[in-house]
């Protein structure tokens, strides 16, 4: 069975702060992670996918597969980056979400 | 980009009637398009696969009757709520998934609310 876990539904850091989001799974075969986000009003949107190894707007995420985690990652937060942000892995070609965090930067 | 849009945007009905909720890939064809519910505050949970010109694949626990699905064109996926009640109210959210590319990156409608009274 795929499982996503986020453990923090609430991440609030002040602006300029590192933001680290956690995310954990659970899933038999080779795993694909991927972070999504959602803007205030807007739609799901996906930020990036650990196959690509890419930063987009400063985040990163490393796969570790000893701990089957996907943390996302950025050194210093900055006020647009409050969002809800799920991460979420594909596996037997759906994907399964976590529940999401809510992130806040404070100014 | 790829855009995909839902129709309507909200809904109210009133209990026992059905609800038709539209998905559209506006600039591309999707050949796998896929349905999430939303409770509020909780995290999308996959109710269906649909694929063009066949049936489409339930989840565990959804039933098929009650969330009809009909993706009859490369560009339109629906959802019908049949015999809607107040615990179906929730937010419907689709996703298309392109067809005859490489990309494996779903794209996501801005998502339908439902309310049933």
């Known amino acids: 069975a795929q499982r996503v876990t986020q453990p923090e539904k609430l991440l609030s850091v002040f602006k300029g702060a590192p933001v680290e989001l956690k995310c954990n799974y659970s899933y038999s075969g080779s795993p694909e992670l991927f972070w999504y986000v959602q803007y205030s009003r807007q739609r799901l949107q996906l930020l990036l996918r650990h196959i690509s190894r890419e930063s987009i707007k400063g985040f990163t995420a490393d796969l570790n597969k000893g701990e089957t985690s996907f943390h996302l990652k950025k050194p210093f937060a900055q006020e647009e980056d409050s969002a809800m942000y799920y991460c979420?892995?594909?596996?037997?070609?759906?994907?399964?979400f976590g529940q999401g965090t809510r992130l806040t930067i404070n100014p | 980009g790829a855009v995909v849009s839902q129709h309507p945007s909200w809904v109210i009905c009133k209990s026992g009637t059905s609800v038709k909720i539209e998905c559209r890939s506006l600039d591309f064809q999707a050949t796998t398009m896929f349905w999430y519910r939303q409770f509020p505050k909780q995290s999308l949970m996959l109710m269906a696969t649909s694929n063009e010109g066949s049936k489409a694949t339930y989840e565990q626990g959804v039933e098929k009757d009650k969330f009809l699905i009909n993706h009859a064109s490369l560009t339109l996926s629906t959802l019908t709520v049949t015999s809607a009640h107040p615990e179906d109210s929730s937010f419907y959210i689709c996703?298309?998934?392109?067809?005859?590319?490489?990309?494996?990156?779903?794209?996501f409608g801005p998502g339908t609310r439902l309310t049933v009274l």
């Open positions: 996703s298309a998934l392109p067809g005859g590319t490489s990309t494996d990156t779903q794209y």
């Open positions: 979420a892995l594909r596996g037997a070609q759906k994907l399964v």
